[in-house]
């Protein structure tokens, strides 16, 4: 009962900032109640008919209790679900805005697999449970208003049937706090679950080419992980059903007893006697959907901790604002001093540095960031395009800083094609009249039209090679239109012919637009296509020098020159 209380204060919670949501709970208990208050009072009345006879009045009586424990228990329940389903809702919008608000190094950190397992079966649970709540508290309305018949009948029988209802909720509460345990226990091995069904879905290439990586990787990450919910889930089930076959037991006991003291205590009132015993006997259906509720109830409360945990931990990183859309204005100078990013290893005191970096990067320039594996190139560029918020030094736009404040206005500098680029089949945020017709020639541009549509906002496929797909990922940073642009290794997944095309057309064309281009490249073939090279090695600057135009050949000779 304790946790069904704490998943009860979950959906106050979560209902309290909506009006209509309040108005639902407040009018879905009220209802709730008086169907326990009419179960009560049709047990009464029966009560009276076999005492009195089939009157009239009794007849009429019984019939509008009837109608009223109908109505108010569809009121409820309807309510309760229209409820149930809104907090629902309402909780997975919020958590996908405050996931999008969270910097991405956090979002990093907290692991995707923790952040699809809270959006997914943690909520999916806590739904459930909160469906089981309004079942919950309709029959424990009805187990309250019984009470309080009992003690109308005989108060001195009530102290019996409380005294005995304690005694069964402490044998109930011992074996369910151990049950609840074990449901925390599975829900930890859901986050590995979800850790492994990532694996598969991303690795399926590599686990299918390694039979030796496919076996212990099934050995020993997911059926572990598997066989741990399913020991644990099977555990905690158990105990909840002998705890619940135990409250129903002693219920039977409850009765038994009364037909035992009751003659004495109720002065051998056969009416009283009578009214216990249909009031015991119709509280029995009552117990037993609470009994087999609660573990459902245990379960949505374990979710609805760690989405919780999860919410308050995302709200803990959010500190950045999500900024109204505001003009880009012409810039001239993006300045880097002394940056610096730490990484922390799980398990590892000691921290990894890249940087400081001392830069500065000018408009209508192409600067190639190049250097080994490793070496902090991406590193570098999330920290450019303001992904990451540096540890040390500061990233100033002519002059302004770069804060929590306005670091979302920032990036809306930069388009980016990241090497794992992530492809949405809608043209999301793309704001142009004349969409289709644009669309259409970048993709004949690209080399994508015979395999490539616009469907009004939509891609008619996005099921492409690799290489292709990063030309479709440059489509959409072509219609972006922004004044900088930053490729990461871009053209590795090119043929030889396209690879010439992005250094010798796209390129200059993007800086003949008025375009800053940051491109991070192994193609030392193509580094005199570039203004200015950057290497990196081992997280520092080895130099930072501008190219001495050649002609273009893929046997040039570059020479490069210090950056004045």
Known sequence: MTNALRVFLVLVRWSSESKASRIMFVCGVLAGLITGASNVAIIAVINLILAKGLLAPLLWRFAGLCAVIFLSGLTSQNLMMRLVARATRDLRIKLSRQILSVPYRQLEQLGVHRILCALTDDITVVAAGFGNLAFLGTQLAVM???????????????????????????????PSSRSARYFHRMREFWDVCFKSFRAITEGIKELKLNRERRRAFMAEQLEPAIKGVYRHEVIAETIAHIASSGGQTLFFVLIGLILIIAPRLAASDHQALTGYTLTILF????????????????????????????????TAHCTERDAQGEALQPWKQLRLSAVAHLYQCEGNPDKFRLGPFDLVLYPREVVFLI?????????????????????????????????????????????VVFSDCYLFENLYGVDNKN????????????????????EGSKLSTIDLSQGQRKRLALLSAYLEDRPIYVFDEWASDQDPEFKHVFYYEILPDLKA???????????????????????LDNGQVEYDRRIQRAAPSENVSIAVAPLA
């Not at 309250?144 to 009530?158: K, P, Q």
């Open 435 to 454: 969409l289709k017709v644009v669309t259409e020639q970048y993709l004949r541009d690209l080399r994508l039209s015979s395999k490539v549509a616009i």
């Open 283 to 314: 509280m029995i259906t009552p117990l037993s959907a609470v009994l087999y509720t609660i573990p459902a109830v245990s379960r949505a409360h374990v979710a609805a901790e760690k989405v919780n945990a999860l919410g308050l931990s995302l």
């Open 144 to 174: 309250t208003a019984c009470l309080v018949y009992l003690g109308w009948l005989s108060w001195r029988m009530l102290i019996v049937v409380l005294a005995c209802m304690v005694v069964g909720i402490f044998c109930y509460h011992v």
């Open 513 to 535: 637009k008025g375009k800053t281009v940051i491109v991070i490249s192994h193609d030392d073939h193509y580094y005199n296509s570039a203004d200015r090279i950057i290497k």
């Open 371 to 415: 250097g080994g594996n490793g070496s902090g190139k991406t590193t570098l560029a999330k920290l450019l395009i303001g992904l990451y918020e540096p540890d040390e030094g500061t990233i100033a736009l002519d002059g302004t800083a770069i804060t929590s404040d306005n670091r979302d206005n920032y990036r809306e500098l930069f388009s």
